[in-house]
């Protein structure tokens, strides 16, 4: 028996003319498919508006046909008695079918009872891709039609055949729908399989009317934009199908200001990308350059702050800063707001005494009479009363330096500690506290890593299998190379084409020159002592950069299995401790008493 298969997802940017579709229609003795009976089958093939075969037969269901039904249809017991039974109509139909697309009106009806028929005889369920003409028409003609019955629509449309109650009959009066219901659709843009199977709900959208905007969308990654009329940019996307994910705003969102989107869009323009990568870096890329209104992630980096741990005075402390500076300082971030900061700082002050006040402290110690109240409680050693020596506060901010770089364990392990003792005693809301202040710490800390290493790795070329190549220096993306096939025709070669990705001006807020940095090119000039301490204590990672940064290390983790390490200056690893993860597990609760 031939099984008819589903076909892969390249295959949905078919052209509707280059498509087989294989209309369907069945007659059965009514109830449910679970146990109805299918009395006949009727099929045509069409493609391109040609009728390429039929296909019909009656068949014997072995029961009795109901009296109303054979009012209806016509078919009588002595027409089923001699026809054959449904598993080698089964088998003749999937050959039939091969891996055409199905249409039928009210497809779910005919599909059932196949399907059903199908598990009976013990074969596979059809796995064919379906069209609904009924939920076309309800889309495209409703407004011109009492209902959006097979009859109605084909009387009022004075389609060549008319349905009769028969299979074949209204098989080919739903294949004359068909043709009609694409010409309709031509006008929203509607030119491959995939536009048409999203179709039914598209098209019922208030917005329904600009999905001529997307015709000449492609079906490749890249990044679009929605511009209003005076041509400004509301919303920049990235995406892997361009036409595919742009016409999704018409159907599956529904998000609030999507509607609020679609009205004020008069135009709507896009760039070709390489691969998903270069589409989701040049996303963040144009965000942070137009700022578009509807944008909402990658527009808050300006907002970023950075946990400082201030080495450059005598008794340094934690502070939380907008802005980092090559000062020597320590520089944990950016992280994503001041109060996720606040909430990281927290979580090393609950571990190391560091001092939390911030009068101006003198070399040897003093500067005001008496300790701050942190110190008076003991949750802070302070230098402002003279009560420490510098020498005794340098050894704290060894521990935390290392805590924050090379061994965060002497930070999270006491959290750990912490937490399991309350826990224990059932002090399950303090135990969630110091839970989540050591997630918080273990998050950043995880970040900082991955951002350091793939800065610090250089220029670095990495290869995926078939799909082209991608250049960084020092985590910024600056070239992608897609392979094409060798017009020579030897096997496994490729030609890579190279793509400068086009430059984006940095905002002067962003602007510095220690960094080395002007538009695109960035050579972030990395410290003769980068073996011994981190580029973040040295070189603090600017806040325009980590939203590009996240998505290299995201992609990086995506693909770990398949890339291929062309060139790299200083390598993509880490011989430092794994960080342990603090994040509770999902639904999990805080037991009360």
């Given at each position: 028996?031939a099984?008819?298969?589903?076909r892969?997802?390249?295959?949905?940017?078919?052209?509707?003319?280059e498509?087989t579709?294989?209309?369907?229609?069945?007659?059965t003795?009514?109830?449910a498919?679970a146990d109805?009976?299918?009395?006949?089958?009727?099929?045509?093939?069409?493609r391109?508006g040609?009728?390429l075969?039929?296909?019909?037969?009656?068949?014997?269901?072995g029961?009795?046909?109901?009296?109303?039904?054979?009012?209806?249809t016509?078919?009588?017991?002595?027409?089923i008695?001699?026809?054959?039974?449904?598993?080698?109509?089964?088998a003749?139909?999937?050959?039939?079918l091969?891996d055409?697309?199905?249409?039928?009106h009210?497809?779910?009806?005919d599909?059932?009872?196949?399907?059903?028929?199908?598990?009976?005889?013990?074969?596979?369920?059809?796995?064919n891709?379906?069209?609904?003409t009924?939920?076309?028409?309800?889309r495209?003609?409703?407004?011109?039609?009492?209902d959006?019955?097979?009859?109605?629509?084909?009387?009022r449309f004075?389609?060549?055949?008319q349905?009769?109650h028969?299979a074949?009959?209204?098989?080919?009066?739903?294949?004359d729908?068909?043709?009609?219901?694409?010409?309709r659709?031509?006008?929203?843009g509607?030119?491959?399989l995939?536009d048409?199977l999203?179709?039914p709900?598209m098209?019922g959208h208030?917005?329904?009317?600009?999905?001529k905007?997307?015709v000449?969308?492609?079906?490749?990654?890249?990044?679009?934009?929605?511009?209003?009329?005076s041509?400004?940019?509301?919303?920049?996307g990235?995406?892997?199908d361009l036409?595919a994910?742009?016409?999704?705003y018409?159907?599956?969102?529904?998000?609030?200001?999507?509607?609020?989107?679609?009205?004020?869009t008069?135009?709507?323009?896009?760039?070709?990308?390489?691969?998903p990568?270069?589409a989701?870096?040049?996303?963040v890329?144009?965000?942070h350059?137009?700022q578009?209104?509807?944008?909402?992630?990658?527009?808050?980096?300006n907002?970023?702050?950075?946990?400082?741990?201030?080495?450059?005075?005598?008794?340094?402390?934690?502070?939380?800063?907008?802005?980092?500076?090559?000062?020597?300082?320590?520089?944990?971030?950016?992280?994503t707001?001041?109060?996720f900061?606040?909430?990281?700082?927290?979580?090393?002050?609950s571990t190391?005494a560091?001092?939390r006040?911030?009068?101006?402290?003198?070399?040897?110690?003093g500067?005001?009479?008496s300790?701050?109240?942190?110190?008076?409680?003991?949750?802070?050693?302070?230098p402002?009363?003279g009560?420490?020596s510098p020498?005794?506060?340098?050894t704290?901010?060894?521990?935390t330096?290392r805590g924050l770089?090379?061994?965060p364990?002497?930070?999270?392990?006491?959290?750990?500690?912490?937490?399991?003792?309350?826990?224990?005693?059932?002090?399950?809301e303090?135990?969630a506290?110091?839970r989540n202040r050591a997630?918080?710490l273990?998050?950043?800390?995880?970040r900082?890593?991955r951002?350091?290493?793939?800065r610090?790795?250089?220029?670095?070329?990495?290869?995926?299998?078939?799909?082209g190549?991608?250049?960084l220096?020092?985590?910024?993306l600056v070239?992608?190379r897609?392979?094409?096939?060798?017009?020579?025709g030897?096997?496994?070669?490729?030609i890579q084409t190279?793509l400068?990705?086009?430059?984006?001006?940095v905002p002067?807020?962003?602007?510095d020159p220690?960094?080395?940095r002007?538009g695109l090119a960035?050579?972030?000039?990395l410290p003769?002592?980068?073996?011994?301490?981190?580029?973040?204590?040295?070189?603090p990672?600017?806040?325009?950069?980590?939203d590009?940064?996240s998505?290299?290390?995201?992609?990086?983790?995506?693909?770990?299995h398949?890339?291929e390490?062309?060139h790299?200056d200083?390598?993509l690893?880490s011989?430092?401790?794994?960080?342990?993860?603090?994040?509770?597990?999902?639904g999990a609760?805080?037991?009360?008493r």
């Amino acid at each position: 028996m031939a099984v008819a298969v589903q076909r892969s997802f390249d295959d949905l940017g078919t052209p509707l003319h280059e498509v087989t579709f294989c209309v369907v229609d069945i007659e059965t003795t009514g109830g449910a498919a679970a146990d109805g009976g299918i009395t006949e089958v009727g099929a045509v093939r069409l493609r391109g508006g040609e009728n390429l075969g039929t296909f019909q037969t009656l068949v014997n269901p072995g029961r009795s046909i109901p009296t109303g039904i054979t009012v209806l249809t016509g078919i009588t017991e002595s027409m089923i008695a001699p026809a054959p039974r449904i598993e080698p109509v089964l088998a003749a139909f999937a050959e039939f079918l091969g891996d055409a697309v199905v249409v039928g009106h009210n497809v779910r009806y005919d599909l059932g009872f196949l399907n059903a028929a199908f598990e009976r005889a013990g074969y596979p369920r059809l796995a064919n891709r379906s069209i609904d003409t009924c939920a076309l028409a309800r889309r495209l003609v409703r407004d011109e039609v009492p209902d959006c019955k097979l009859g109605t629509l084909a009387a009022r449309f004075r389609l060549p055949n008319q349905p009769s109650h028969r299979a074949l009959d209204d098989a080919l009066a739903t294949g004359d729908l068909l043709h009609l219901l694409l010409e309709r659709a031509g006008s929203l843009g509607v030119t491959g399989l995939d536009d048409l199977l999203a179709l039914p709900t598209m098209s019922g959208h208030a917005q329904a009317s600009k999905l001529k905007l997307t015709v000449g969308l492609p079906r490749s990654p890249g990044v679009y934009r929605f511009r209003d009329r005076s041509g400004r940019v509301l919303y920049v996307g990235k995406a892997t199908d361009l036409r595919a994910r742009v016409r999704s705003y018409f159907s599956s969102d529904s998000r609030r200001k999507i509607g609020q989107l679609l009205r004020e869009t008069t135009a709507i323009d896009h760039e070709v990308c390489t691969s998903p990568l270069e589409a989701a870096v040049r996303e963040v890329r144009l965000i942070h350059e137009l700022q578009p209104r509807f944008n909402r992630q990658a527009k808050t980096w300006n907002r970023y702050a950075y946990l400082k741990l201030t080495l450059n005075e005598p008794f340094p402390r934690l502070s939380v800063v907008r802005t980092a500076k090559a000062d020597g300082a320590l520089y944990l971030g950016p992280l994503t707001s001041a109060g996720f900061a606040r909430q990281v700082a927290e979580a090393i002050e609950s571990t190391v005494a560091l001092r939390r006040c911030t009068t101006r402290l003198s070399r040897a110690g003093g500067g005001r009479e008496s300790p701050c109240t942190a110190a008076q409680l003991g949750v802070a050693t302070c230098p402002c009363a003279g009560a420490v020596s510098p020498a005794a506060y340098a050894t704290i901010v060894d521990h935390t330096i290392r805590g924050l770089t090379t061994d965060p364990g002497v930070l999270l392990d006491p959290l750990r500690d912490r937490m399991h003792l309350l826990a224990a005693d059932e002090r399950y809301e303090e135990a969630a506290d110091v839970r989540n202040r050591a997630a918080a710490l273990a998050r950043a800390l995880r970040r900082q890593r991955r951002f350091d290493t793939i800065r610090r790795s250089g220029r670095v070329v990495l290869r995926l299998p078939d799909r082209g190549e991608v250049e960084l220096e020092h985590g910024r993306l600056v070239a992608a190379r897609a392979p094409l096939p060798d017009p020579a025709g030897r096997e496994g070669a490729t030609i890579q084409t190279a793509l400068a990705l086009a430059p984006v001006p940095v905002p002067a807020s962003a602007s510095d020159p220690r960094h080395g940095r002007t538009g695109l090119a960035v050579a972030v000039p990395l410290p003769d002592t980068v073996e011994a301490r981190p580029t973040s204590l040295l070189d603090p990672i600017p806040r325009d950069l980590a939203d590009e940064l996240s998505c290299i290390a995201s992609w990086l983790d995506q693909h770990a299995h398949d890339l291929e390490i062309v060139h790299s200056d200083d390598g993509l690893t880490s011989a430092l401790p794994l960080i342990e993860s603090f994040e509770p597990a999902p639904g999990a609760f805080i037991r009360r008493r």
